[in-house]
């Protein structure tokens, strides 16, 4: 044996036991004729003491940063103890030791604060694994698949394994492809998802699916995205949306009860796509705190139904707001007291090019019970409280105010909202509110393309409601410009997503289960009969006998994990993650392939520029 013990197990109790330890040195420090090292493994960190009498042995086989060593003596109480580490109270008082393997110089510090930047800790990954902060995200990334899996077999769900190496399932994104040697000229698709297999598997009747699974896609990464991830794919035969809803918020639930002690007892809440638009301008609204947009101007063909303060800004004359689509003010708590810097410094970061806007109106509603604004010339004293009253803002507030087209305001004016929130301390780590986003539109107007798109993916149901909707229509748009007004534009789909603190964690709809409707779906989509067969043949044909009403969900397992661990990024929560370009700089990979393979492959390269 190796060892008696981990580096992270011994405590006062076991003082006078002789034991052996084996780990790696984090630290070497010479007093005098003694020797201290701390000695890591994944369990923890036990302080050895090597006395005067093993300093021969020492000169000859000199310790160094990260070499592993083994180490046998007895359990000693410390003089010094240390609070801050849970084997603190004792030492090992070195008898005999080995070097089982030497290591160069790491190029960073092995420790909680690292001296490596983010290049140099991705190349080294195996390195920065060993720290402590790594190690606890991908402890907590088990602990929530382990309860996800205790949480699923309790429920009657069965793991089932999909195929990686298939045809296109549309999920949005472009497909990574594979070669087939066997089938020379042809091409896999690795799974975007196992969306066609999950409601194959539901034909088939395993009536409950699921599976933690990697799905890919080729898309340009924004900071948070990953081309590889995980989902935790679901799907369940014979249900209805609530049934689905019910079944995955008390997934979510146990979940924060197993891994953070967290008992999140109240009822998820519910909002509509259309009003989470409205009230926070983004469908995966952060409702840990208010700050709600207030619509003073916007399109009448958009929020139909809304009536609320349309004309507040109205009819003075003030440029800005007259030519807008749409006008939105935030009221901030507690900020009247700005100073010209501070207006200007969020000035300047409306105008950045990630917001776009073209600049920032603000209402000071000072303490004393007057207003300040920054368009005063246009606005009598009168007509600014009755915005900043209409945007809720009291005594001590300070209303911010976009202008300008309605996608691009709205999208801002969100932003804003996030930015002022995180600001202020509103979004707390430690902090979770959970929504469902209810009732999307089925249909996204392509605009180059003059067609619809499926929000979700093609195989998302219409409400039962707007099913004649679909049935009924032609879905070719003679109007472009009037997209909106074709009926299409109207269809709610039976689809939901799961909000966490405004990150979009989960979702997923009722599916179509009836051939016809997905024939109908699929030319709605602009594909005629030929192709509909040539893509999804196999699903159409297996509606065909006997597929049960379904519907399932799946959600980012990588993205889950970094919320409940506090962190922005899901690359802390990955082994081995790939940078903004989709690189692995650990494997250089992508890298280009020998040309054997190539002849293999029957392929000749042809790199356009
Ligand atoms: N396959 C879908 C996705 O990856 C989820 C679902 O509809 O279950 O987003």
Known sequence: MFRTHTCGELRAADVNQEVTLAGWVQTVRKFGSITFVDLRDRYGITQLLFSEALNAQL??????????????????????????????????LVESFTILNKSVTPPFTIQDDTDGGDDLRMKYRYLDLRRNAVKKNL??????????????????????????????????????????????????????????????????GYDRYYQIVKCFRDED??????????????????????????????????IFKTVKGIDYSEAVERMSWQEAMWQYGNDKPDIRFGMKLLNIKYPRHVFADKEENAHLVDGADFQVFDAAETVIAIAVPGCSEYT????????????????????????????????????DKFYSEEKLKAIADAAGAKAGDLVLILAGAEERTRKATSELRLEMGKRLGFRKDDEF????????????????????????????????????????????????????????????????????????????????????????????????????????GFLLGAFEYGAPPHGGIAFGFDRLCSIMGGSESIRDFIAFPKNNSGRDVMLDAPSAIDDKQFTELQIKLDLKD
């Not at 000859?60 to 359990?75: D, H, I, M, W, Y």
């Not at 382990?146 to 394994?161: G, K, V």
């Not at 900071?223 to 979510?252: G, H, S, W, Y």
């Open 433 to 536: 509110k959970l929504l469902w986003v209810l009732d999307f539109p089925l249909f996204e107007y392509a605009e180059e393309e003059n067609r619809w798109v499926a929000r979700h993916h093609p195989f998302t149901s219409p409400k039962p409601s707007d099913i004649d909707t679909m049935i009924n229509n032609n879905p070719a748009i003679e109007n472009a410009a009037e997209y909106l007004k074709h009926p299409y534009a109207n269809i709610k789909a039976n689809a939901y997503d799961m909000v966490l603190n405004g990150n979009e964690i989960g979702g997923g709809s009722i599916r179509i289960y009836q051939k016809e409707l997905q024939q109908k779906m699929f030319e709605a989509l602009g594909m005629d009969a030929e192709e509909q067969q040539h893509k999804f």
């Open 59 to 92: 000169d000859e086989n000199p310790l160094g940063r990260e070499f592993v060593l083994q180490a046998t003596g007895k359990v000693n109480e410390r003089s010094n103890k240390n609070k801050n580490i849970p084997t603190g109270d004792v030492e090992l």
């Open 139 to 204: 402890e907590l990334r088990y602990a929530v698949n382990r309860a996800t899996r205790d949480y699923l077999h309790q429920q009657n769900f069965m793991d089932i394994e999909t195929p990686f190496l298939i045809k296109s399932t549309p999920e949005g994104a472009r497909d990574f492809v594979v070669p087939s040697r066997m089938n020379p000229g042809e091409f896999y698709a690795l799974p975007q998802s196992p969306q066609t297999f999950k409601q194959l598997l539901m034909v088939s």
């Open 221 to 254: 990464l924004r900071a948070d995205r990953q081309p590889e991830f995980t989902q935790i794919d679901c799907e369940m035969a014979f249900v209805k949306q609530e049934d689905v809803l019910n079944m995955f918020e008390n997934l979510i639930k146990y």
């Open 340 to 375: 010209r810097k501070q207006t200007d410094e969020l000035t300047e970061w409306v105008k950045r090019p990630q917001i776009g806007m073209k600049g920032l109106v603000f209402i000071k509603c000072n303490a004393d019970g007057t207003y300040k604004s920054s368009v």
